[in-house]
């Protein structure tokens, strides 16, 4: 067997053992693996940086118990989990920024109407605001307003109207 036959095994078996495991593991459970099938240190720093080379792995962080000549990572990825995971992140991050603009228009509206009907509150905003019912309960949830179903009223509480000129929403979240 060629030396990059057997490569291309370990590689595979890598990149089976990544999938098995959600797209990550920890350098410690690939040093056990590794040792089972016969190699060392060397053997998987190798494997690792052909694997990075061809653009399949990332490597995450330092191991502390590595050699300084041959580094090995304290975790290592699919490449593709990696990027649905920062795609995942970047989305979140854009998906509550896009809440605190909301809220921060209901607030500015409700520090200026401080009891208003729902209706009249949903008119007003509607087009500002694309989820309704999620705004108007993070504002309850943080005690910014007091939402009667019943009745059909949003009220401001204290601590919305003490809002006004003092901090920004920032402060708040």
Do not use: C
Request: negative net charge; charged residues 30%.
């Amino acid at each position: 067997m060629s030396n990059s036959s057997i490569n291309n095994k370990y590689l595979e078996e890598l990149i089976e053992i990544l999938k098995n495991n959600n797209g990550r593991v920890s350098i410690e459970y690939l040093l056990n693996w590794i040792k089972n099938k016969g190699g060392n240190i060397l053997v998987l720093y190798a494997l690792l940086s052909e694997a990075e080379k061809m653009d399949k792995i990332v490597q995450i962080g330092i191991w502390p118990g590595s050699d300084p000549l041959f580094q090995l990572p304290r975790e290592v990825a699919l490449k593709q989990q990696t990027q649905e995971y920062i795609q995942k992140v970047e989305t979140e991050q854009r998906i509550d920024h896009d809440l605190e603009q909301q809220i921060s228009i209901a607030i500015n509206y409700l520090q200026k109407y401080f009891s208003v009907g729902e209706i009249r509150f949903r008119l007003d905003v509607g087009n500002k605001i694309r989820d309704i019912e999620l705004v108007l309960r993070e504002l309850e949830a943080k005690g910014l307003i007091e939402h009667n179903r019943d009745l059909g009223v949003i009220n401001a509480t204290e601590k919305l109207l003490s809002m006004r000129s003092k901090r920004g929403l920032h402060e708040i979240m």
